[in-house]
């Protein structure tokens, strides 16, 4: 075994700085040698880094691991950021369901008021969304949320705002990482404890104001047409699961006051529980965390499923169409949340000129036809709504033409307003449930909006094939993977005919970024990434078809997807 692991792993057991509990943990690995060698290599083989976004681990002891003294550390650095650019301020935390969320928000708070920053703390598990409208609500100078989103039960991190609400980006982003790598001596980080900060008035609970804040923002900015709703809300019969995290209290309450009544919650679901004891994943993505509700949808003859993730950024739907339950994905959600907004904006006079939506480059193209044919204007970013709410920040700083109407990105993420700057999950369960409403008041399910859509638009067919690749070995194989995809030495793939090929790392249009763009001659693509978050390497394939009618186009799309996937698979395993 690599003798400068144990070294780092006896310094960590030795450190008074650490609690005993807390050094004890990684003696007793160490006094397991052999057999923990694995174990040991993971915790110790490098520092958590503090990646673009922020932290995110396997909960445990140890330098690559979520614990409360890499959030000190993590929050430490971003208090010597917020002193240099604004001299002092306040900040704003939350944090979801996961097990030791809480305490590492109030960690957190800790850090910020021994640097002489106020920590405004939500008094409850709150959604992302509404940590980011909360730093724009309290003017705050940044923001953390204690989240790992839909990653598995051991896992938790911590997501850096700035002043804007948004996810930090360059050069912020940089000067925190580098701060956070600069600290290398545990003393150096300031720390006092949560009731010391409240007695000082220096860590605040928040109060039910901010959050009626947000529900009234999104009547007012979200929702079309409030009274379709409240008229006829009770026509449409949902069904809702928050998956054990923090959607439950806004999804549900947002519902029954926009007038959706009929609103049915999974209770095996509903408590927050960070081991979510129901599902293998929290992710709103996977059909099976939407089973139980799905199961009684169809029980019930109910109209629609939603899921929301752990910290509710992230929407799943299941449509009951006409008693086959009918997953649609994030591209398709979008598409339908799109032509809904822009069709009733211009039924009603509401929709601005110059109206601008914002999407990730591997977010689809369908977006283009639908916004274009109202007069609108798309623009791509990199994967992440940082960079989208980077990009509308440099927009509103210019005073530019456009006036911003929604967001989104393919990974079930939507942004239908701008006053919180990070996809939105209880926003998009009200504005989802306006669309099913509005169409089945014409008769018609959201499976047969999507027709409608692709009728006039063509059929768009997007597919993600992600391939898993954990821990330290995993991390060489994602990076001999893209390093092959690089240097592909072929001029067709998968018996379609290379016409270009992107490297953002790059960074001639966008800023740098490790993915990768193959650009098909019959118009398709295909992109391929890393994942910022996850153990994981992203493969987006993008397919439109036009000839024949629309069950040809579907099963022609199919065919092409399926050949493309199989060829990536094919590929990677022998790399």
Request: contains cysteine; hydrophobic residues 40%; glycine residues 6%.
């Amino acid at each position: 075994m690599d003798q400068s692991i144990i070294a780092k792993a006896k310094q960590w057991g030795t450190n008074p700085y650490f609690a005993e509990v807390d050094r004890s943990e990684i003696t007793k690995i160490i006094e397991g040698l052999p057999g923990t060698e694995a174990d040991l290599t993971e915790r110790f083989y490098r520092d958590l880094e503090f990646g673009t976004g922020g932290l995110r681990a396997p909960i445990g002891m140890g330098q690559n691991r979520m614990n409360k003294y890499n959030v000190r550390r993590a929050t430490q650095a971003m208090s010597q950021m917020i002193i240099k650019n604004f001299g002092t301020g306040s900040a704003v935390i939350s944090y979801d369901s996961r097990n030791f969320s809480k305490e590492f928000a109030l960690e957190a708070a800790g850090v910020f008021a021994a640097n002489g920053i106020k920590a405004h703390v939500f008094h409850t598990l709150t959604p992302v969304p509404m940590l980011s409208f909360g730093v724009r609500y309290f003017k705050a100078q940044a923001g953390i949320m204690i989240t790992a989103s839909h990653n598995p039960p051991i896992y938790n991190g911590f997501k850096a705002y700035w002043n804007d609400g948004a996810q930090v980006v360059p050069p912020v982003d940089k000067e925190i990482i580098n701060a956070y790598n600069d600290l290398t001596d545990w003393q150096q980080i300031k720390h006092m404890p949560f009731e010391e900060a409240q007695a000082k008035g220096l860590a605040i609970w928040t109060d039910e104001k901010v959050e009626e804040a947000y529900y009234k923002m999104i009547e007012n900015k979200v929702v079309q047409d409030s009274n379709m709703c409240k008229t006829n809300g009770s026509q449409l019969s949902v069904v809702y699961t928050a998956i054990h995290g923090t959607g439950q209290v806004p999804c549900t309450h947002i519902l029954k006051r926009l007038g959706f009544s009929k609103t049915h919650s999974i209770e095996e679901q509903a408590q927050p529980d960070g081991n979510f004891p129901t599902v293998k994943s929290p992710n709103p993505e996977d059909p099976k965390a939407l089973k139980l509700a799905t199961d009684y949808m169809l029980k019930n003859n109910a109209d629609i499923v939603y899921g929301t993730d752990p910290d509710c950024d992230r929407l799943g739907v299941v449509v009951n169409h006409h008693g086959v339950p009918t997953i649609i994905n994030g591209n398709q959600i979008a598409a339908l949340m799109l032509y809904y907004v822009f069709k009733k904006k211009v039924e009603l006079k509401t929709l601005p000129e110059n109206a601008l939506v914002v999407k990730s480059i591997v977010t689809s193209p369908i977006q283009n036809a639908i916004v274009e044919s109202f007069g609108g204007t798309v623009m791509d970013t990199l994967t992440g709504f940082k960079w989208m709410a980077a990009l509308i920040r440099e927009l509103e700083e210019k005073n530019s033409k456009y006036n911003f109407v929604f967001a989104s990105e393919e990974s079930f993420g939507y942004m239908p307003h701008a006053e919180s700057r990070d996809k939105d999950g209880v926003s998009s369960v009200a504005l989802m449930s306006e669309v099913a409403l509005y169409f089945k008041l014409q008769g018609k399910n959201l499976i047969e909006a999507l027709d409608e859509i692709y009728t006039r638009y063509g059929f768009y067919y997007e597919s993600l094939l992600c391939l898993d690749y954990e821990g330290m070995a995993g991390a060489q194989k994602i990076s001999r993977i893209m390093d092959f995809f690089r240097k592909f030495p072929e001029t067709h793939f998968a018996g379609e005919k290379i016409a270009s090929t992107e490297d953002y790392e790059l960074g001639l249009k966008l800023p740098k970024s490790n993915v990768l763009s193959f650009t098909f001659e019959n118009g398709n693509k295909l992109f391929l990434r890393p994942s910022g978050t996850e153990p994981k390497i992203k493969f987006y394939v993008m397919v439109r078809e036009t000839e024949g009618d629309l069950a040809t186009k579907k099963a022609s799309a199919l065919k092409k997807v399926k050949v493309i996937e199989d060829k990536i698979t094919e590929y990677c395993e022998k790399i």
